[in-house]
């Protein structure tokens, strides 16, 4: 079900700028564009192309169902998957010509059955946990394991080895990671082992530790404008929209949404915008993990209490910001305002601030590229029934609302 009056707005001129950006600060290495979680919430096969066209060499997604979905949409260039696969998803991977990422036997025994029946190789990425502790054989199997791959399973071929760091930001322990990762690299080669593709770092990385950019990097949250960078020209490609459609007045002391957490201390005239949690605005500041995070959202509630809010309870309307009150409904947010009640009318268009990796499939997604707008649903482009402008024409406040 599209929620029509709210949309997210992508600029694939800025994705396309933004890798070419990234693509002249890495020079001759390779690039792999992560386009996993729905292209962090940007629409993972509009993202996928464009990454193609601007220079990709590579894509990144966490799922087999991801990377079919690629290859049913005409996707050709390599694509890597990041989880392990169950054993039984072996032959698709196969059949799609995926690349795979392994770290255990059972895997990689899959893998070459299938690729036996099928008369072909699979081709695989081994990766080595050096400190995420998730995906990944551990260091001092990693040699092992690679020997044993390369002399007991014919149909398979090892492309790539790679490792994923857990703090890019904090240099002592990425350094730590990649010292680890490059010992077993020397360690293979000593052994008359080469692997083509040794790669290690994500945005963060490949900005931080340019020693570390090996045979290739994999790119995500830079391509997307949401990771900060002090030397490159990132744009951010998304903005996300929709529409008042009720405004009313409420009397001084009413209370607003559920759990009745906000009284009005003045008459104050809402817009109700319909766009919730639901649709990826966050109910709460943040996700608490442990006491400390629990402590921080119970100070930014009372902060909030007392009118002072973070940037994920405003909205912008006619280029003013205004509050958001109360707690968020499923589909629906309460909008103070007040401040500009004299300028403001159904159907004008709000700017709503959430995380683009939480926004729900329910969004239309408006794409712009090369001064053409397209949309897409999830399963197929249609042509696009959002109306993007501002219908702002009705009355203003109504106290009957
Ligand atoms: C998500 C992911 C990336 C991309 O990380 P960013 O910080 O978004 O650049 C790279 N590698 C792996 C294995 C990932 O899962």
């Known amino acids: 079900m599209i929620n ?24 001759n290495t390779r690039l792999l564009v992560v386009v996993k979680a729905n292209a962090y919430g940007h629409g993972i096969y509009p993202v996928a192309a464009c990454a193609v066209e601007s220079g990709a060499d590579f894509l990144g997604v966490s799922s ?26 072996a032959e ?35 990766k080595v946990d050096t400190g995420f502790g998730r995906f990944g054989v551990l260091p001092e199997h990693a040699v092992e394991m690679v020997r044993l791959i390369i002399t007991n399973f014919e149909n398979i071929y090892i492309e790539g080895m790679y490792t994923h760091f857990s703090s890019a930001m ?35 990385a490949t900005l931080n530790y340019p020693d570390m950019h090996l045979d290739m990097v994999r790119i995500g949250n830079l391509v997307y404008g949401l990771c ?26 009413h209370y607003v949404g559920y ?3 906000f009284k009005t201390k003045r008459p104050t005239t809402i817009a109700i915008v319909p766009f919730g949690y639901y649709d990826g605005l966050e109910l ?38 205004c509050n958001i009150l109360g707690k968020i409904s499923m589909q629906n947010c309460v909008v103070d305002v007040t401040d500009i009640k004299d300028n403001v009318f159904v159907g004008d268009i709000v700017e709503v601030n959430a995380r683009r990796i939480n926004l729900s499939h329910s969004l ?5 590229r090369a001064g053409q707008v397209f949309s897409e649903t999830d399963t197929a482009f249609t042509v696009s029934k959002v109306d993007t402008s501002s219908n702002a024409k009705q009355r203003r406040e109504t106290s009957i609302g």
């Open 92 to 126: 698709d991977m196969l059949n799609y010509d995926l690349t795979a990422t392994v770290c255990s036997f059972d895997a990689v025994q899959a893998l070459n059955d299938a690729a036996m029946k099928m008369n072909k190789k699979a081709v695989v990425h081994v």
């Open 64 to 89: 087999l169902e991801e990377g079919i979905f690629l290859r049913q949409r005409g996707i050709k260039e390599p694509v890597l998957v990041f989880n392990t696969v169950l054993p039984e998803q």
């Open 170 to 204: 904090n240099k002592n322990i990425t350094r730590k990671q990649f010292n680890v990762f490059l010992s077993i690299i020397e360690q293979l080669e000593s052994q008359g082992y080469k692997i083509p593709l040794k790669h290690v770092c994500n945005s963060a």
């Open 228 to 253: 900060p960078s002090k030397n490159l020209k990132i744009n951010n490609p998304a903005k996300i929209y929709s529409k008042i459609i009720l405004l009313k007045k409420l009397p001084k002391g």
């Open 4 to 27: 029509a009056a709210s949309w997210v707005d992508i600029d694939l001129d800025a994705i396309s700028n933004n890798i070419k950006t990234i693509k002249e600060y890495i020079g």
């Open 284 to 321: 709460l500041i943040f996700q608490p993990n442990g006491i400390w995070d629990s402590l921080k959202n119970f100070f930014k509630q009372l902060l909030a209490g007392f009118g002072i809010v973070s940037a994920t309870r405003k909205v912008k309307i006619n280029g003013i910001q």
């Open 364 to 368: 239309s997604r408006i794409y712009r």
């Open 259 to 261: 759990g009745s957490r």
